[in-house]
């Protein structure tokens, strides 16, 4: 459980103070967003215990579940950090783990799908909610505010911090969950995450010096595509047995979430007006997909019968619409009620600004 809040409070946390004027902001919404998103979770996953016996139970695993279900939450906030007040991050927040946990009791109760491979889509669910609020909450003519979008040696250091918490927590993120009854398989979840994540931070080092025309590194590349490997492997991580597999998902997610980084949110603002201010898609969406698509591949490996192995395919393929189906009802839902000004959303000039809701 230690190692889960971490994540949530300080990775995560410091992972988004990378902004020069809104590290306050970074930092503070982050542990009012986690903690409200995990207590909210908690109720919602104790409502059929509540249903049975008339109480609501707690224990470590209910606290590591509500735990992950406001990491999904803090995923989406990524996407409308600098944009939003603390309000309108609660909301969303909320309607976000609500959505979540309705995917899950849906993946759940009609496809089977064990709890383990339902929650691990958190990253893919976050990232296209984010993604979905931020593009309804987009306003015509506040491109000139983004260029306060900028980051500088002193909060980068600190979000580099988030990124180191992150990456030395990740196995047990993606292990916590782990069987215990299946002997030696939480201790292959960890060593799985940990090659994945090592050769994705080599990876992303690389293709950052390879992609940049100076030939430097980029630091939002390695605090944010060295993560990759452990999204990825996180979401296929019960068909992963052999270290060779790991490593092969965490360079591929290196690679895609590096140039995903490098040319995908420019490009996105540009044509769909789609502002992304943490890269949620290329650090958490497109691994988590390539992990989604790593699933299916070894499985398919270890099928040896193909009758089984397209009903699986269907079986996998249902899994994944439903999950981006319920994250972009969801999303729409809640970027249309964040839009009213009824919230009293910052203005333009105040976007990426702590001034605008902190003494500083």
Same mark, same amino acid.
């Given at each position: 459980?230690?190692?889960?809040?971490?994540?949530?409070?300080?990775?995560?946390?410091?992972?988004?103070?990378?902004?020069?004027?809104?590290?306050?902001?970074?930092?503070?919404?982050?542990?009012?967003?986690?903690?409200?998103?995990?207590?909210?979770?908690?109720?919602?996953?104790?409502?059929?215990?509540?249903?049975?016996?008339?109480?609501?139970?707690?224990?470590?695993?209910?606290?590591?579940?509500?735990?992950?279900?406001? =990491?999904? %939450?803090?995923?989406?906030?990524?996407?409308?950090? #600098? +944009?939003? /007040? !603390?309000?309108?991050?609660?909301?969303?927040? &909320?309607?976000?783990?609500?959505?979540?946990?309705?995917?899950?009791?849906?993946?759940?109760?009609?496809?089977?799908?064990?709890?383990?491979?339902?929650?691990?889509?958190?990253?893919?669910?976050?990232?296209?909610?984010?993604?979905?609020?931020?593009?309804?909450?987009?306003?015509?003519?506040?491109?000139?505010?983004?260029?306060?979008?900028?980051?500088?040696?002193?909060?980068?250091?600190?979000?580099?911090?988030?990124?180191?918490?992150?990456?030395?927590?990740?196995?047990?993120?993606?292990?916590?969950?782990?069987?215990?009854?299946?002997?030696?398989?939480?201790?292959?979840?960890?060593?799985?995450?940990?090659?994945?994540?090592?050769?994705?931070?080599?990876? =992303?080092? %690389?293709?950052?010096?390879?992609?940049?025309?100076? #030939? +430097?590194? /980029? !630091?939002?590349?390695?605090?944010?595509?060295? &993560?990759?490997?452990?999204?990825?492997?996180?979401?296929?991580?019960?068909?992963?047995?052999?270290?060779?597999?790991?490593?092969?998902?965490?360079?591929?997610?290196?690679?895609?979430?590096?140039?995903?980084?490098?040319?995908?949110?420019?490009?996105?603002?540009?044509?769909?007006?789609?502002?992304?201010?943490?890269?949620?898609?290329?650090?958490?969406?497109?691994?988590?997909?390539?992990?989604?698509?790593?699933?299916?591949?070894?499985?398919?490996?270890?099928?040896?019968?193909?009758?089984?192995?397209?009903?699986?395919?269907?079986?996998?393929?249902?899994?994944?619409?439903?999950?981006?189906?319920?994250?972009?009802?969801?999303?729409?839902?809640?970027?249309?009620?964040?839009?009213?000004?009824?919230?009293?959303?910052?203005?333009? +000039?105040?976007?990426?600004?702590?001034?605008?809701?902190?003494?500083?």
């Amino acid at each position: 459980f230690q190692d889960v809040n971490v994540m949530v409070i300080l990775g995560f946390g410091f992972l988004c103070t990378f902004l020069v004027r809104c590290g306050f902001s970074g930092s503070g919404f982050n542990l009012l967003v986690a903690v409200m998103a995990t207590q909210w979770a908690i109720i919602l996953n104790g409502i059929e215990s509540l249903y049975y016996t008339g109480k609501i139970r707690i224990d470590l695993r209910s606290l590591v579940v509500a735990g992950m279900c406001a =990491a999904s %939450a803090l995923i989406s906030i990524g996407t409308v950090l #600098g +944009k939003t /007040n !603390p309000v309108q991050l609660i909301l969303m927040a &909320l309607l976000e783990v609500s959505g979540f946990v309705l995917n899950e009791r849906l993946l759940q109760t009609l496809l089977k799908v064990r709890p383990l491979n339902s929650i691990m889509l958190l990253h893919v669910f976050g990232a296209f909610f984010g993604l979905m609020v931020t593009w309804i909450l987009y306003r015509k003519g506040s491109e000139q505010c983004f260029e306060k979008e900028k980051f500088d040696r002193k909060t980068g250091l600190f979000s580099m911090l988030g990124a180191v918490f992150l990456w030395m927590f990740w196995p047990s993120f993606n292990s916590v969950l782990v069987d215990n009854r299946i002997p030696g398989r939480k201790l292959e979840a960890v060593c799985s995450t940990y090659l994945a994540l090592a050769v994705s931070a080599v990876t =992303a080092a %690389a293709v950052s010096v390879l992609s940049s025309p100076k #030939g +430097k590194l /980029n !630091p939002m590349h390695m605090q944010s595509c060295i &993560l990759a490997g452990g999204v990825a492997v996180g979401v296929s991580m019960s068909v992963v047995h052999h270290p060779w597999e790991a490593m092969t998902i965490g360079f591929t997610a290196a690679v895609v979430s590096t140039i995903g980084l490098r040319y995908l949110k420019i490009h996105m603002l540009l044509a769909f007006h789609c502002h992304d201010t943490c890269a949620v898609l290329s650090t958490h969406g497109l691994p988590g997909l390539l992990g989604w698509l790593a699933h299916l591949l070894l499985q398919f490996k270890h099928c040896d019968d193909h009758t089984t192995a397209i009903w699986f395919a269907a079986f996998h393929i249902c899994t994944l619409l439903i999950t981006i189906t319920s994250s972009l009802t969801m999303g729409i839902i809640t970027g249309v009620l964040l839009k009213w000004n009824f919230w009293r959303p910052p203005p333009d +000039k105040k976007y990426f600004d702590d001034q605008a809701f902190w003494e500083v």
